[in-house]
């Protein structure tokens, strides 16, 4: 059995995610505590009280989701820790899948990602764009309608790849709108506009790469336990160097969720543990590669689905 730890992105946030891990483990309890005292601020309780007006801030919900996967590993890191070949995270996903991997402490990660959230938000302030996910329509008919629809000033990019048949378009607004309507034209079920605060994983990401390189660059760094497949090249990294050049690549690359978890597989993966809030991930994993196995691990009750996942 080769197990694979997936590691979710933003908009997995939930109000009192962790909290009962808090309560029955110390482990998790000292991970909240770490992340505090490293931003500052009660991030914990935002993430147990709410209100979800304020947990949904990209502020707070990526350093949110991610301290909440940290403290998932942290209560099963010991037993699941020689059993783990690998890991991929969707998007600030991948960050999460670095603490696990041993390359990055959930207190530096939970900096990095406060950072990267600042810098993309900044980058959408400067060039609002927008977001919209497309159901029902093959990604490479969804990559040649966002290139028919761009224009010199006005660009629209295939943004995660999350399934065959599920893709999420990203950039400038007009463009973004031109696309949805060719799409919903070309057969697309459903074009649903995103509540975003900028064109994530697109070139309108580009101003926020550099000071992210930098905060990648001054942040310690440790050689992972284990390889991480990397968002934008879907290849196995193995070094803190290579590590940091990805995440970086990650602000205006898309998210090659599909051939992240085809990855995956190809070593020798047969089994997925989500490790974070919810279960998106092993939904559209089904959808991706019906023969993996795999269980989303969030709170105690799923503690024992995992265990009779890996028994």
């Known amino acids: 059995m080769n197990v694979a730890l997936l590691c979710p992105g933003q908009g997995a946030q939930k109000v009192g995610m962790g909290k009962d891990l808090a309560e ?18 009660q991030l914990s309780r935002v993430m147990w009280e709410g209100p979800d007006e304020l947990l949904t801030r990209t502020d707070h919900a990526q350093p949110a989701i991610l301290a909440h996967s940290a403290a998932v590993w942290a209560v099963v890191a010991k037993k699941l820790a020689g059993r783990v070949a690998a890991a991929a995270g969707h998007s600030l ?4 899948a670095y603490v696990a991997a041993g390359l990055l402490t959930p207190e530096d990660a939970a900096l990095l990602v406060r950072r990267r959230g600042e810098l993309m938000n900044d980058a959408g302030q400067a060039r609002p764009g927008s977001m919209a996910a497309v159901l029902g329509l093959a990604t490479e008919r969804v990559t040649e309608v966002c290139a028919s629809a761009s224009r010199a000033q006005s660009v629209v990019v295939a943004a995660n790849l999350n399934a065959p048949d599920q893709t999420v378009i990203s950039g400038d607004p007009d463009a973004v709108t031109r696309a949805g309507e060719s ?5 697309a079920k459903r074009v649903i506009p995103l509540k975003v605060s900028g064109a994530f994983h697109s070139p309108l990401m580009a101003p926020a790469r550099e000071g992210l390189t930098a905060a990648l660059t001054a942040a310690p760094a440790r050689e ?13 990294v193995r070094d803190a160097a290579t590590a940091r050049v ?7 690359s ?17 089994h997925l543990v989500e490790c974070g809030p919810g279960k998106v991930l ?3 994993t089904k959808r991706i590669d019906a023969e993996l196995t795999g269980a989303a691990l969030y709170d105690t009750a799923t503690l024992n689905e995992v265990k009779e996942l890996l028994a």
């Open 282 to 284: 092993m939904g559209l």
């Open 246 to 252: 990805q995440l970086a690549a990650q602000l205006t």
């Open 254 to 270: 898309p998210v090659r969720w599909v051939e992240c978890v085809q990855a995956l597989k190809g070593r020798g993966i047969t």
């Open 224 to 236: 992972p336990a284990f390889p991480v497949v990397a968002n934008a090249t879907a290849q196995p």
């Open 93 to 96: 996903g991948e960050y999460s």
């Open 183 to 187: 799409l919903k034209a070309a057969g």
């Open 24 to 41: 029955a483990f110390s482990a998790a309890r000292d991970t909240f505590a770490a992340i505090d005292a490293a931003l500052g601020i």
